[in-house]
């Protein structure tokens, strides 16, 4: 999965109580020692950091003992520069990207998983609806051609006839779709349709991980060392991390409503961030997390996901992901 582009968050910009420290059983009080730490974002602010943001404001990680920087990222900004110089503690990036970094000889471990699945989608319109990748032979699709890689795996996956597809090279934008130029476009579920309903449209999203497109996304990732050394450190802020998300569970309007008001000079639309809250809950939350906790994994995941990154020309083995800081936040 290729790094969006800035339009994508420029598009994003214009277009609750203590449920977290409850669960959790931390008491009133916070701790006089705090430990500096810097946490690494992949993208500019916005709601797609929801659960950060509340964790930040609702004092868990200082309970905790941490004084958490959140780190923007953005297109001059890669996440894993930063984790492997040990500038950041953690990072936030996506498992085709730390398989690309690992690859290239980077010590990254995966430690959990907040996007359950993936976000890319097909987006469509009613007349000329694009509901299962069979759909998308015979169609134009506006995409970046740096994304077509992730088309053709999801039509090998599928058994689509791969070249019956016309791609049609777009910028990040609703625009040749809304105009008739392309049949559908390949983006963040989140995101364009966002753009699209904002000006009165009513989209056709098939998302690609209903589909057998496994890729973990908006996953936390360390390096070894810090994994072997510093786990105290990893299980405090995953721990804030996990109870910020929780309450961004609880009340996504809520968390749209702080990132509007904590980043007043980035342009954030609030009606536009409510829609994108909504949106990630279904990618971000699912039986899985319900029964065991957030940004848990499994080794039934991590496999569809080692399967698919096959078919994108990543070969990976399952000791990439570590769910060890996970079990113990979670308690298991």
Request: glycine share 8%; with cysteine; aromatic share 6%.
């Amino acid at each position: 999965m290729t790094r969006l582009s800035l339009s994508r968050r420029r598009l994003l910009q214009t277009g609750g109580g203590a449920l977290g420290a409850a669960a959790f059983g931390l008491r009133p009080g916070r701790l006089a020692a705090q430990t500096a730490v810097n946490f690494q974002l992949s993208w500019l602010h916005s709601v797609q950091f929801g659960g950060s943001y509340i964790a930040r404001d609702r004092g868990y990680w200082t309970d905790l003992g941490l004084a958490v920087a959140l780190n923007p990222g953005g297109p001059n900004a890669p996440v894993e520069p930063p984790v492997v110089a040990g500038n950041a503690i953690m990072g936030i990036s996506a498992a085709d990207y730390t398989a690309a970094a690992v690859a290239q000889g980077a010590p990254f471990k995966i430690i959990a998983v907040a996007m359950q699945k993936n976000p890319f989608a097909i987006s469509s319109l009613p007349d000329s609806p694009v509901n299962a990748p069979a759909d998308l032979e015979g169609r134009s699709i506006g995409m970046a051609t740096a994304n077509t890689p992730v088309l053709r795996a999801l039509c090998d996956i599928n058994g689509v006839d791969f070249d019956a597809i016309e791609i049609v090279p777009t910028q990040y934008d609703a625009a040749p779709l809304m105009n008739g130029q392309v049949d559908c476009i390949l983006s963040w579920a989140t995101d364009l349709p966002v753009a699209m309903i904002v000006q009165g449209a009513d989209p056709i999203v098939m998302l690609m991980a209903d589909h057998g497109h496994s890729v973990h996304s908006q996953t936390y990732i360390v390096t070894e060392e810090t994994l072997a050394n510093d786990r105290a450190t990893l299980v405090a802020l995953l721990r804030g991390e996990v109870m910020g998300w929780t309450d961004y569970h609880a009340d996504t309007d809520a968390a749209a409503a702080l990132t509007v008001e904590m980043f007043p000079d980035a342009g954030l639309d609030l009606e536009t961030q409510k829609l994108q809250a909504a949106r990630q809950v279904p990618l971000m939350f699912s039986d899985l997390t319900a029964k065991n906790g957030f940004g848990w994994f499994t080794d039934d995941t991590v496999a569809a996901n080692v399967e698919t990154l096959a078919l994108l020309g990543q070969t990976v083995s399952p000791d990439l992901w570590d769910r060890s800081i996970l079990e113990e936040v979670h308690g298991t």
